[in-house]
């Protein structure tokens, strides 16, 4: 699983919670930019991520909603790339004394530094994305994601396939904020599959978020009683719930990318992020004069969706792209969701 997944399952609980958890220290730090300029509006964007993009199709969709925003506004975009705490720290210090119309930053890394930013300097807009701020501030806009939406529908896929009937999911820990990519999978498929039994696993341990060892096991414990479609929502462990789902014939389901490629014949489908969309989408309020707000991404917005549903699905190497029969009926459910006809609880509500 890519590293930004294991942050972006993190993000859960910053998001849910407006906890800030990242920190920064001062020290030399290596800054990849790339610039795109043109005369125009002189408008212009920087985005600072806090990984290198390289082959992160997270990282790499909010490099391409930052060149999409230069381009409408007739602009300039700069991505800086960092490694490390002391290059986020770096990065965001040089973002700030460029003095671009936004800043956008993505990931719970930047929370503190934003806010240390945004108070010093009230004049900067910043755009966080995947996280916000613990308080708020006029000049941060932040872009939240409703994902429990999308693992709706990726749970319908797995009542739907399942020959056993049985549903399973391999969560990071037990808190209604990560039961967000679990919970909802067992009442997607309930939907389709009355039937369906569910359970889930939780990873848990001294380091849940890393453990792929521990995940496989916690996945083993479903497949030995017979569950045959499971839920990876296990950060860099997910890639221990393929492993285990492969040699049990048994089929799994990831998050925030496309994992289907690391396992192909074993992942279903996975629940996408569109940070492009919600960068974009950002920015655009931003320069509408609606700044300061934090704004949720599902289906309806476009900023949640399955690789199932997205163009490009037959060169995914997903398993769904040999279900178009079940992909037509969840799209209907996208539908309905979308058109407020259906509403899909949400474990960190309340």
Do not use: W
Not at 271 to 289: C, F, H, N, P, Q
């Amino acid at each position: 699983m890519h590293r930004r997944s294991r942050r972006t399952l993190q993000v859960a609980v910053t998001t849910a919670l407006l906890v800030t958890v990242a920190t920064a220290c001062n020290a030399a730090a290596k800054n990849d930019a790339s610039t795109s300029a043109s005369g125009g509006s002189g408008k212009s964007f920087t985005l600072v991520t806090p990984d290198a993009v390289g082959q992160n199709e997270f990282l790499k969709l909010a490099v391409t909603g930052v060149k999409a925003a230069a381009k409408q506004h007739d602009g300039s975009q700069k991505v800086y790339e960092s490694t490390d705490t002391a290059s986020q720290q770096q990065n965001v210090q040089a973002a700030v004394e460029a003095k671009p119309d936004a800043i956008v930053l993505v990931g719970f890394e930047f929370a503190d530094l934003v806010a240390q930013q945004a108070k010093a300097h009230p004049e900067q807009q910043f755009l966080m994305i995947d996280a916000c701020t613990t308080k708020t501030f006029k000049n941060v806009s932040c872009a939240v994601f409703r994902e429990h939406e999308g693992v709706y529908l990726a749970g319908a896929e797995a009542g739907l396939l399942s020959k056993s009937a049985k549903v399973g999911a391999v969560d990071v820990l037990d808190t209604p904020q990560f039961r967000r990519y679990s919970d909802p999978f067992a009442a997607g498929a309930r939907k389709v599959a009355a039937t369906t039994q569910t359970s889930t696993r939780f990873v848990g341990g001294q380091s849940p978020f890393d453990d792929s060892a521990r995940a496989k096991e916690q996945a083993n414990s479903l497949l030995s009683k017979g569950y045959d479609q499971i839920m990876a929502a296990a950060a860099a462990g997910n890639y221990g719930v393929f492993e285990a789902a492969k040699a049990k014939g048994a089929f799994a389901y990831g998050v925030d990318v496309n994992q289907c490629p690391s396992s192909p014949g074993t992942v279903v489908d996975n629940v996408i992020k569109r940070t492009d969309v919600a960068v974009e989408k950002g920015i655009d309020a931003v320069l509408g004069g609606k700044a300061g707000a934090t704004v949720s991404y599902g289906l309806k917005e476009g900023g949640i969706s399955l690789t199932g549903l997205e163009s490009g699905v037959d060169s995914s190497k997903c398993v769904i792209a040999d279900h178009k029969d079940v992909l037509k009926k969840v799209e209907a459910l996208r539908d309905q969701i979308v058109a407020g006809k259906l509403k899909v609880d949400d474990p960190a509500a309340g």
